[in-house]
């Protein structure tokens, strides 16, 4: 079975994670296959946006802590964690999200580097970093509190708060929320939408966005996966 799943619609490439026995857990191989998806889509002419999502139940129960994962060096593993998490930051064009069900770990702090984020009713965002002994990653020590306030990201990323779907969108981490049923063809909606705006108005403007943070996203990133790294290093 193929645990990362590639199709093409129109101008956009879906990366779909697909091991729904494991609640998408993402493991090495899939990690590796991610960041060249995401790479090629960003200098492929015929390719505007990228959406992720997942298989089943789950949108993903993040990084897969036994599995594949066992069989290769804890460092490569924690690089490709890494390289995917920068593979986001810089990736030029649109990113969206099509959570269809709970996220967890790196499934959520992933998710404010996204551009839009529709989450089914269903959803719920975890991040249990301090409950596995482990810090923040995907830039979530600084996206967290930018996106969500301070008090609310320490809850989050210190206290193991389970956030549910409304609560992500009144505090901003996703876009939209719609009734699990209605999830895909409301999202294809706002995301047909946006294929009928102007594509260079789109990414320039993104680029405006991003502009201010992107070298501290980049700098954060390596920081984090280095007490990450070292963490880990110390379970062994």
Not at 67 to 87: C, M, S, T, W
Not at 191 to 215: A, G, M, Q, V, W
């Amino acid at each position: 079975m193929d645990t990362l799943i590639v199709n093409k619609k129109n101008n956009i490439k879906v990366i779909k994670f697909n091991k729904p026995k494991k609640k998408n857990a993402i493991d090495y191989e899939m990690y590796i296959k991610a960041v060249k998806e995401l790479e090629s889509a960003a200098t492929d002419k015929e390719i505007s946006m990228v959406v992720l999502t997942g298989s089943g139940d789950f949108y993903s129960s993040g990084n897969e802590l036994g599995g594949n994962n066992l069989e290769v060096d804890r460092e490569l593993v924690l690089n490709a964690v890494r390289d995917f998490i920068k593979a986001i930051i810089v990736f030029p064009k649109i990113l969206i999200a099509i959570v269809n069900g709970p996220a967890v770990g790196i499934a959520t702090t992933t998710l404010p580097l996204c551009d839009f984020v529709y989450a089914s009713e269903k959803a719920y965002f975890y991040t249990p970093f301090t409950k596995l002994g482990l810090v923040a990653e995907a830039c979530s020590s600084v996206t967290f509190p930018r996106v969500m306030g301070d008090r609310l990201a320490r809850q989050m990323l210190i206290l193991n708060h389970k956030m549910g779907a409304q609560e992500a969108l009144k505090c901003g981490l996703v876009s939209n929320v719609y009734k699990h049923e209605e999830l895909e063809s409301k999202a294809w909606e706002n995301i047909n939408n946006l294929l009928s705006l102007p594509e260079d108005s789109l990414l320039i403007t993104k680029k405006l966005i991003r502009r201010p943070f992107l070298e501290s996203l980049i700098e954060t990133n390596e920081i984090e996966m280095t007490e990450v790294k070292r963490l880990a290093q110390s379970k062994l």
